[in-house]
């Protein structure tokens, strides 16, 4: 263990060069997406049922992606060992001041990926060290229980996942597998049902809709045929999920083709939190039961007219009237510490 | 004009080293596509109404991608321009004994695309040569009619397009814009509609299919969450589509959510070219005018009980009832060097 302290000596170089507050103890909370990652180093606060408010935070740092699918298997795991670093170094802390690390990352599908990235994390870390490694949704349904793992997260930005969990430990997830496997209620998929429609009436196959109009001024192209150049000219997700706003606009000025692509998209991102409710039974026996409902991402928070999150909570409340609706105030790495925090606080009271 | 000559030497080398059949007039017909490129050199043979059969080729010619899209601009040109010295090389030809050239390579979308191609080309040969630049599906056309523009051509491999012409030069096409804009009826749209089914299924999402075996069996994975992995680890669009005989075998054992994409699919191609008919009035006034419909691409040549083709020819007989289904015998290539012949014979009898 800790073999990592010499193969990567210069990130912990730091402990060896600085006097450490020894006695203080801290978790850290990593929330690690495909755009950025940030760490958190929150100082072990003794378990109470009031959380002191705001969080005490120590130190946070940041850094580029960690999604292994991204950017392969090195370079992720150098990015999550830099940042913890980091948090650790400007909280004035080094590892052996560590209780418990949450690692939530997105790119955790599968126990395999857990098992992997476990492993290698038992390299950093003193083996009293108690770790954890998620998918980071589970970061953001517990910035929206202050670490409690109980109710679902919708999270709906360039991508969509819902993700739950019962107060016994059982978890469920819908979606999040990407666009090619049918992510149709994330920013990406709103916004390629919109090219789709500019596409379909350009061809003679669709309606006409103000979406053409809207999506050409707003890439300053003049026909509909410029838009194959432009989808090739760069891929990412996040380019084309840019174009969102577009879609409500015209849906708000009355455009039924938009109105119809955001109506399905309610009904995608409804249906994959009811999915989750019900294979979880999260709504007890007789579908009253209220549970956590956390809604996370640049789609859910359009304060417009047409306000997607609002008719998702809509659909899925009329399903499930116990639905508790929470918009989280605190930031997923935040999340990620406090399900350190509560885990260890928990096991060892 | 050949300025090419000298900047690219090594290329055209050949010119100088070889005895040339200087009489002899040839014409050069292209196939760029995404997977590879194929050049034809043809003997210019006097017009005729019957063509000889088989078309006499004097040299064929092969290479890799070029379409300007996926490999950039530099590369495709370097790719067609050693492709065409190679089909003139074997044939012991030059480029003065070149009358005509089409030029039918994907990622041609816009007259801007055309413009450039052809300034190029222009550089390439001496200026009596006459230069044509098409979409490549063109030449798929072209190789249904032997040469004649007229009809329509429905194209549905990995990706899909439909593209038609009017005996008097007028053009139309629809889809063709990739997988991102909406080529649901293309193998790789067929594929990914599978594929989500399968998430959709795992998630609770959607109906049990027996999709979830034969694709997970056919890619040798053990759970549907693998399939994350697995379509990050490529994202080739040809690996995704080649999932299809599953797909069309699931129909074929009943299964109906495998049915029902192949349905949609059969919609989606069939509506691709009723737009296009119906934009260039290929079937006359009163619906029942005859045209040429030729039909290329592995989803439509799939001979199995599912009869993906067959599905789609009725669909569009049904509305447009003079519509003549054509399977080419001769590869696009050729097609692309019978309408070069076509430009050059008819307009210079």
């Known amino acids: 263990m800790m073999k990592k302290r010499y193969r990567n000596g210069d990130i912990w170089d730091f402990e060896h060069e600085m006097a450490v507050a020894a006695s203080r103890q801290v978790v850290l909370g990593l929330d690690g997406g495909t755009t950025s990652t940030v ?20 130190a946070r740092s940041i850094a580029g992606c960690s999604n292994h699918n991204s950017v392969g ?50 390299e950093i870390f003193p083996s009293h060290v108690r770790l954890y490694v998620q998918n ?11 670490g409690k793992l109980h109710g679902c997260v919708l999270i709906a930005g360039t991508g969509t996942i819902a993700y739950g969990f019962t107060e016994d430990g059982r ?15 994330s920013g990406y998929g709103v916004a390629a049902q919109a090219l789709t429609a500019v596409v379909r009436a350009h061809d003679g196959r669709g309606p006409l809709t103000m979406l053409t109009c809207g999506i050409l001024r707003s890439l300053e192209l003049s026909s509909p045929d410029e838009l194959i150049g432009w989808t090739y000219a760069d891929p990412s997700w996040a380019r084309i999920a840019a174009l969102v706003p577009v879609v409500v606009s015209c849906a708000e000025a009355g455009d039924q083709v938009a109105n119809k692509i955001l109506l399905d998209a309610v009904q995608e991102l409804a249906s994959s939190v009811k999915a989750v409710v019900q294979r979880l039974g999260l709504s007890g026996e007789d579908g009253k039961n209220s549970f956590p409902l956390v809604m996370v991402g640049g789609v859910l928070e359009a304060n417009k007219r047409w306000d997607i999150g609002k008719e998702v909570i809509n659909s899925i409340v009329n399903d499930f009237p116990g639905a508790l609706p929470i918009r989280p105030r605190v930031e997923p790495a935040i999340g990620a510490a406090l399900l350190a925090w509560n885990f260890l606080t928990r096991k060892s009271p």
Chains 1, 2 share one sequence.
């Open 73 to 122: 298997e090195t370079a992720a795991r150098e990015t999550l060992e830099q940042v913890m670093a980091d948090a650790l170094s400007k909280s004035g802390s080094n590892r052996f001041a560590v209780r418990a690390v949450c690692l939530a990352v997105s790119g955790v599908n599968h126990p395999t990926d857990q098992q992997r990235i476990l492993s290698w994390l038992r």
């Open 39 to 58: 760490c958190i180093c929150m100082p072990l606060i003794p378990y109470t049922d009031l959380l002191p408010d705001p969080i005490p935070v120590l």
């Open 171 to 185: 978890e469920a997830r819908a979606a999040g597998a990407g666009p090619i496997l049918g992510d149709w209620g």
């Open 136 to 146: 980071d949704a589970v970061a953001a349904l517990a910035s929206g229980t202050m």
